[in-house]
């Protein structure tokens, strides 16, 4: 038997690859460990079977990782602080290793050694601390989730505009689900010391989505664009956090830059089907993004 560990199971991504790992039939319950900060925010997977265990990356991990073969790190949102979700990170994959843990996997980001995002580095130094372990590992760069869109597009909506810095860089958005069915997909099969990145099947700038949108709304969706600073300057003036504008303003520039752009097949082949287009993650979703 092979006991499979899920970190930040209490989390949306987490709770979609267990589902996933259920619904597969190719796991029994009782080889599933969901870790989470609180335990108590488990109980619907204790239910079904699934063993439950705190797993705490500010904590004491040395029991976190304890008869574990599979451990899936998920990347946490300790976004805050410069320097602590790095180190969270490193603590874990050192637990892991300490425990004997036979196959690490971990969700990254795309093109980490190219990328521009703010909080890029954390996922380069844990990829890089994951290789120096030692450990057989799988690396997971998880494109940006569709979901990511309804940071803007409800606005969009309701104003009639879109303020971009993204110029004409695409990004190929995939539905956190289909990224937890490829993750799952991953935690099945052996140790390759292998890189994936899961991505949507196209590639769609500003304008296209915007247009794809509006057709799905109802409604003319006009594109601004903007520079860097404007775009700083604007979020600032809507009242957003000052210290997380810069993160937002780094997704815009990434796009620009062209580092969401690539398009594999990664998610469709671990997961074994095709992942949910575009277009139809939008016409399911108009009521979030279009009242």
């Not at 372990?133 to 799988?138: D, K, N, R």
Request: proline share 4%; net charge negative.
């Amino acid at each position: 038997m092979t006991t499979i560990l899920v970190t930040g199971a209490s989390g949306k991504l987490g709770g979609l690859v267990l589902d996933h790992l259920l619904a597969s039939g190719k796991v029994n319950p009782g080889d599933l460990v969901a870790g989470s900060r609180d335990p108590s925010k488990l109980s619907a997977y204790a239910e079904k079977g699934v063993q439950t265990r705190a797993v705490d990356f500010d904590g004491d991990l040395s029991q976190a990782f304890a008869g574990i073969d599979v451990a899936l790190i998920i990347s946490t949102d300790a976004l805050g602080e410069p320097g602590k979700r790095e180190a969270q990170h490193k603590a874990a994959v050192a637990a892991a290793k300490a425990a004997g843990v036979g196959h690490i996997l971990y969700t990254s980001l795309p093109q980490a050694e190219q990328s521009v995002i703010t909080f890029a580095p954390d996922h380069l130094n844990t990829e890089l601390a994951i290789k120096a372990s030692g450990l057989p590992y799988t690396l997971l760069r998880d494109g940006w989730y569709a979901e990511n869109l309804f940071m803007s597009l409800p606005h969009a909506v309701a104003s009639g505009q879109w303020f971009s810095a993204c110029g004409e860089g695409r990004n190929s958005y995939l539905a956190r689900t289909d990224m937890a069915a490829a993750i799952a997909g991953a935690l099945l099969l052996p140790a390759e010391n292998k890189t994936y990145t899961l991505t949507g099947e196209e590639a769609y700038t500003v304008r296209e989505i915007a247009a794809m949108a509006g057709s799905v709304a109802g409604k003319e969706i006009a594109v601004i664009d903007v520079t860097e600073e404007q775009l700083s300057e604007g979020l600032k003036a809507a009242g957003l956090p000052e210290g997380f504008i810069p993160t937002l303003v780094s997704f815009d520039a990434n796009t620009r830059l062209g580092h969401f752009e690539p398009v594999t097949q990664d998610a469709a082949i671990l997961s074994g089907r095709k992942p949910q287009s575009l277009k139809s993650f939008l016409e399911e979703n108009k009521a979030v993004f279009a009242g």
